[in-house]
């Protein structure tokens, strides 16, 4: 291919690739919205309870077994087969491997919830062995009437598979907004009148019904699409065994995943401080969200283009390459910032979407420290990801497994070290453990991006952001978040959380895009672009 074909097939790839991040980021930031509309309602009637631990603690187990079946697993096993098929232009067969799947998931989310309401107890001594008497009571209670709820997640993670394989990017990550929005109803209809433990127990059967909203509101796009679709149970096909035998591999790598997710969880109720658990699920809401909005949205749209790369080997390389480095330079352009200012404005952005009712400034504070040490791999963690959907675009699950047991075994040493004993060493109190359990996960983060690059690189060619770039725009967002902290002192009141945010973020957000389309970095100029489209479509 000459060098002119080549820029020009590349622009057109990262337009389209930039197109679909849009589309997932947009729903992604819906669903993340009411996300923290419910974590503020329920922050509001719970803070740091007893029974707030207790909830955090037991959603969580079925948050595990969700990524576990569901969306991570299909994405890295279901998508590329799914997605060549549909290149390929075989309608016929992608139906069938998509019915195969979806009767295969059906039997085993099945299983999986009978066998979960039964092994509660078990799991709770695992994942919370700090919790006793009625806390570990209640929590128990609470996974088993959430345990529903797994085997309808997992099924509308199928169908976010299919609708992301057609390119229907944004209606499968904003349908969560479903689920939240019924527990949210639950939290104002009964939170004021209710005992705190009997709200959460209503909370609960409320994420259930969310579930199946969620599921539902998927269904009739997924049919008008799927024409072929033929629901049967038959593993010996070619392409639903190529997708099993991914999926074995897939699903230890992302237990390894989930199982550092337990670790801090479980180190965190180990701290024996009132609150832990819920203030690390509260600062992860918050970590997440940029996570979610750049690292998901772009490896999620990427993986299935990438996974349709046609060609000879070489020519794939190159192809992969082009949409790597241009989902690489776009996480960085995002998430650089989000890093920063977790770390100097942590206290704003917690106070503004925590601070009410029960959750008061000292727990606003403690969130901020838990916040701030996630923001040590926030850049690793969100590059991570998408290395790893280049590696699944491949066909190669293995690789990645091998990375994440590194990142899962050091996480575990380094966290331990750091939530249990680093505290007492510096003469600390021992709550700020939980911030030590998010900067040792982020310093494991960056040994496994370096692992996932360095292999990567071996094989389709040298790929990541360069360092100038990458220098730039970190003195731009710690420019721009020196500038909010000095509007926030400035001119707000000390005591309005409201009015620091709504002065010290926009004033953070515009210096530091302003700093960057001087610096002359693309990103910049493609937000305000589509800032642009959006006015003018107003």
Not at 401 to 412: E, G, K, N
Request: hydrophobic residues 55%.
């Amino acid at each position: 291919m000459s060098q002119p074909a080549r820029e020009a097939t590349q622009e057109k790839n990262e337009g389209k690739g930039a197109g679909g991040a849009v589309l997932v980021a947009g729903g992604i930031f819906l669903s993340r919205i009411m996300g923290l509309v419910r974590a503020r309602a329920f922050t509001h009637f719970l803070g740091t309870s007893d029974a707030a631990d207790a909830f955090n603690a037991a959603i969580r187990i079925p948050n595990i077994l969700q990524n576990l079946f569901g969306e991570g697993v299909l994405s890295a096993s279901f998508i590329p087969v799914y997605a060549k098929l549909l290149a390929e232009g075989d309608e016929e067969e992608a139906g069938k491997v998509a019915g195969a799947v979806f009767s295969l998931l059906a039997l085993v989310a099945t299983v999986l919830v009978l066998v979960g309401i039964y092994t509660t107890p078990f799991l709770i001594s695992l994942i919370t062995p700090g919790f006793t008497g009625e806390k570990r009571d209640l929590t128990i209670r609470l996974v088993q009437m959430m345990f529903p709820g797994v085997g309808l997640l997992v099924i509308s993670s199928w169908c976010l598979g299919v609708l992301n394989s057609h390119r229907r990017f944004f209606l499968s990550y904003a349908s969560p907004v479903a689920w939240n929005l019924v527990m949210i109803g639950a939290l104002a209809g009964w939170g004021p009148t209710v005992p705190q433990a009997q709200l959460v127990l209503i909370v609960a059967l409320a994420s259930v019904a969310g579930s199946a909203l969620q599921l539902a509101v998927q269904l009739p796009m997924l049919l008008r699409l799927e024409r072929k679709l033929k629901v049967s149970i038959n593993p010996q096909r070619p392409n639903v065994r190529l997708v099993v035998s991914s999926f074995v591999p897939v699903f230890i790598g992302r237990g390894v995943v989930q199982i550092s997710a337990y670790v801090d969880q479980w180190l965190a109720s180990l701290i024996l401080v009132g609150g832990a658990v819920s203030v690390l699920s509260y600062a992860q809401n918050i970590s997440m969200l940029p996570i979610s909005l750049f690292g998901m949205a772009i490896a999620a749209s990427q993986l299935p283009a990438m996974s349709s790369a046609l060609g000879s080997p070489e020519q794939i390389a190159e192809q992969i390459r082009a949409r790597l480095d241009s989902g690489l330079r776009r996480i960085a352009f995002y998430i650089i910032p989000s890093a920063v200012a977790f770390v100097l404005l942590g206290d704003v952005i917690a106070a503004v979407l925590y601070q009410s009712g029960k959750f008061t400034v000292s727990s606003t504070l403690w969130v901020w420290g838990v916040l701030a040490g996630s923001a040590v791999g926030l850049l690793a963690g969100t590059m991570g990801r998408l290395y790893s959907s280049a590696f699944y675009a491949l066909r190669d699950t293995r690789t990645p497994l091998t990375f994440a047991v590194i990142r899962v075994v050091l996480t575990l040493g380094l966290g331990y070290v750091a939530a249990l004993h680093l505290p007492g060493w510096i003469g600390i109190a021992p709550m700020w453990g939980v911030a030590g359990l998010t900067a040792s996960a982020g310093i494991a983060g960056w040994l496994e991006f370096y692992l996932l690059r360095r292999e990567l690189n071996t094989r389709i060619g040298v790929t990541g952001v360069p360092l100038t770039r990458v220098g730039a725009l970190w003195l731009a967002a710690v420019i721009a978040a020196l500038t909010g902290l000095a509007a926030r002192y400035t001119f707000t009141p000390p005591d309005n959380t409201l009015v620091q945010a709504i002065v010290a973020l926009p004033m953070f957000g515009i210096v530091y895009v302003g700093i960057a389309k001087a610096m002359r970095v693309p990103e910049a100029d493609e937000l305000l672009q589509r800032l642009r489209v959006v006015r003018r479509a107003s």
